[in-house]
């Protein structure tokens, strides 16, 4: 199984403010996709970002980017203008076996 | 329906029960995965569907342990002789095709198992 890493278990960030969430994962296979998703208190996860490994270019979704590097095997989460609604826990995801990072929760601070 | 819908939202059991946790996936996806998430940790893989077959049921725990989809649209999570370890919120996910080629998962709410 391949093997998803978030070494940060807590961060915390102003509002307005910009904050980046790591994430590693360890794989032999060249196509696949990762994943960042967001579970608030309510337990509902939602897709933040979604990015193909065989695409150079790094996926956004409004305020949200990632910073992908390949053969790093990093998938970094960027928020930009954090907003008190981002806080949540975060889970970087792998698709080949949709295995997950064990979370950082994100708390932004008013 | 609009999402993934699971029931019961809460469960809790006794000790050496048995359980049934449901999940409705959204129309017309055909892949399904459950997830077994503890208090401030990941989701944990336990089983995917492609239609009607389990195509990867390696995250099962042990064999108390079963799932089913019988038509290809709900399924089933059983848990026999539940113990306190079992406690956990149990995730549901469908996707119109398989994750792994692209697909899209989308979660249900859960259900809060306890077992006292």
């Known amino acids: 199984a391949q093997t998803v890493t978030q070494s940060q278990p807590e961060m915390s960030v102003q509002e307005a403010e910009t904050v980046t969430l790591s994430c590693t994962y360890d794989?032999?296979?060249?196509?696949?996709?990762l994943f960042w998703y967001k579970q608030p208190p309510s337990r509902q996860m939602i897709l933040v970002i979604r990015?193909?490994?065989?695409?150079?270019q790094n996926a956004t979704e409004n305020r949200f980017s990632v910073n992908f590097q390949k053969a790093a095997k990093s998938f970094s989460l960027k928020i930009s203008d954090s907003q008190l609604g981002d806080t949540a826990m975060y889970f970087c995801?792998?698709?080949?076996?949709?295995?997950f990072g064990a979370g950082t929760r994100l708390t932004v601070k008013p | 329906g609009a999402g993934v819908s699971q029931t019961p939202s809460n469960k809790v059991t006794e000790k050496g029960k048995y359980v049934e946790l449901r999940c409705d996936p959204i129309?017309?996806?055909?892949?399904l995965y459950w997830y077994r998430q503890s208090l401030g940790q990941g989701p944990e893989f336990l089983i995917y569907?492609?239609?009607?077959?389990?195509?990867?049921d390696s995250g099962l725990p042990n064999d108390r342990f079963f799932a089913v989809r019988p038509e290809g649209s709900v399924s089933t999570l059983k848990i026999q002789r539940t113990e306190r370890g079992d406690s956990a919120v149990y995730l549901c996910?469908?996707?119109?095709?398989?994750?792994?080629?692209?697909?899209?998962?989308?979660f249900g709410q859960g259900t809060r198992l306890t077992v006292v």
């Open positions: 990015q193909e490994a065989y695409k150079q």
């Open positions: 996910a469908s996707s119109l095709t398989r994750v792994r080629a692209g697909g899209i998962a989308f």
């Open positions: 569907f492609q239609g009607t077959g389990a195509a990867d």
């Open positions: 794989t032999s296979e060249n196509n696949y996709y």
């Open positions: 995801a792998f698709s080949n076996d949709m295995r």
């Open positions: 129309s017309g996806h055909t892949a």
